[in-house]
């Protein structure tokens, strides 16, 4: 019954009685609406007693009518029985193997209890067509059944937060969402820390970085045609990617490394000149000088970088081919944890660059998918989030520094991690979506339930792929369909 007045009410928590049926307490948080179902609810009510109900009456002595036979019971509609909720351990096997039943499949029968009154819910209505210019992506459904989507081109931007522990969901959850975007032609790139993130089938293109492999890309090569990147923006922004991730790297140390960088620039006949930048500065030069500094705590800060080949190889990795859409795996995990976060935040950065100079989406666009040119999603990543720091002289991290910025020119974040806390105020504020999923433990639970305004108890208790989302200012619990339940 309660799925009726769903959307009038606030569901605090179920109460098992001696009977077996489950009641529910709640709040009222639209009395019109409320009073409208309940309404509704009696005069459904009322129709189907009334159809129950035989009256016996007396047949006239002179005009015998044969006797009336026993009124049959209507026949049970399949779309007006609800199913019984499945057991918690039924539950961890259903999302383990992936055993998820869309609008379009026909549900099982479950009979009800015999004591119990029969309950009746809505049926759940079939899926709408697609809208013409909309971006509409799957994600579950709600505890009355509905399909929740999500339409990031009709929110504030388009940015989404995933927060969960280890083994609630979040792994999947990024696949999901990243298959359903490339179905629809948007392009995806995964900056993957632990090499997991990718689906095991479908269109993918992956790029493995590691020592001595065949990707990379060179994040002080220039190009004419993005003319915001220039000798000296490419040299600033690789000395600030350095001093994050090496922060006890001094400042006279920075000033140095800035120093040999310009100079190889120089060296190499590339100058503040458009026309100079087809030619490409060899990672090889800015070692041979970085290696014979006299500074010897420079060296030691970069050998890694030099050592595993990180910005030099084969296959330059194009950033035209990964805005022309499916989805693009960028697998660090075979490199040292403080290589993966600086070939991410340097990567993340000339994306940001490269969309820049294809110029700001236009305002009031009324076709959704226009609004994006670029999904981002990213693992684990408040390695990428500045932390709450007094020091107004820190450098801000690369998620940081373009979260607002980078909306203007189409991208959209997808970024996970376990807790609220790992986002600073300055990210939260620009992200429209929230989704947190089971917690692993006490603390984590405790951190995200005060944000969430839901209980600890709640989040330690949910099921794999279950969680409570947020989409603008509305809340609700949704259980994901993961990628084996899904028809894409």
């Known amino acids: 019954m309660l799925s009726l007045i769903a959307d009038s009410i606030y569901i605090l928590e179920e109460v098992q009685e001696d009977d077996g049926v489950g009641l529910a307490r709640f709040i009222v948080k639209d009395r019109d609406r409320y009073d409208a179902h309940l309404r509704d609810l009696a005069r459904a009510l009322m129709a189907d007693v009334a159809q129950k109900i035989v009256i016996d009456r007396p047949a006239p002595a002179a005009d015998p009518r044969p006797p009336v036979e026993e009124a049959t019971p209507a026949p049970v509609r399949e779309d007006v029985i609800a199913a019984l909720p499945p057991a918690d351990d039924e539950r961890e096997e259903e999302w383990d193997d992936a055993i998820f039943t869309d609008e379009d499949e026909e549900e099982p029968l479950a009979p009800p209890p015999p004591p119990a009154p029969r309950r009746i819910v809505a049926p759940r209505p079939a899926p709408e067509p697609p809208r013409p210019g909309g971006l509409d992506i799957f994600l579950g459904h709600a505890q009355d059944g509905h399909r929740v989507d999500w339409s990031p081109g009709r929110l504030n931007n388009g940015h989404m937060i995933i927060l969960g522990g280890s083994g609630a969901g979040k792994t999947e959850t990024i696949r999901c969402i990243a298959t359903e975007l490339a179905a629809q032609a948007m392009p995806v790139v995964l900056i993957d820390f632990h090499g997991d993130m990718a689906a095991t089938t479908g269109d993918i293109r992956s790029y493995k970085i590691r020592e001595g492999g065949e990707y990379y890309f060179n994040p002080l090569e220039l ?200 986002f600073n105020e300055e990210i939260l504020a620009n992200i429209a979506v929230k989704f947190c999923m089971r917690a692993e433990n006490k603390k984590q639970a405790q951190e995200n339930a005060k944000f969430f305004e839901v209980s600890e108890k709640d989040l330690l208790n949910f099921q794999p792929g279950e969680g409570i989302l947020i989409i603008g200012s509305e809340k609700m619990n949704v259980r994901i369909v993961p990628a084996s339940g899904r028809k894409v």
């Open 223 to 422: 190009d004419p045609a993005i003319d915001e990147i220039t000798p000296l923006r490419a040299t600033s922004d690789f000395v600030d990617a350095i001093s994050i991730n090496f922060p006890t790297l001094g400042i006279q140390q920075r000033r140095k490394i800035k120093n040999i960088i310009k100079d190889c620039y120089r060296a190499s006949g590339i100058t503040g000149n458009t026309g100079t930048w087809e030619r490409v500065l060899d990672f090889d030069d800015i070692e041979n000088e970085i290696m014979s500094c006299e500074d010897e705590a420079i060296p030691a800060y970069l050998e890694d970088i030099f050592d595993y080949k990180l910005f030099s190889g084969e296959e330059k990795i194009s950033i035209p081919t990964i805005l022309s859409g499916g989805i693009t795996h960028i697998n660090l995990n075979a490199l040292p944890e403080n290589l993966r976060y600086l070939f991410a935040d340097l990567f993340l950065r000339r994306i940001y660059y490269t969309l820049q100079a294809t110029g700001e989406i236009p305002r009031g666009a009324k076709n959704e998918r226009e609004k994006f040119r670029l999904f981002v999603i990213v693992d684990e990543a408040k390695l990428l989030v500045s932390q709450k720091s007094g020091s107004k002289t820190a450098i801000k991290a690369v998620l940081n520094k373009y979260a607002t910025e980078m909306r203007k020119f189409g991208v959209s974040l997808i970024l996970a991690s376990q807790l609220i806390a790992h």
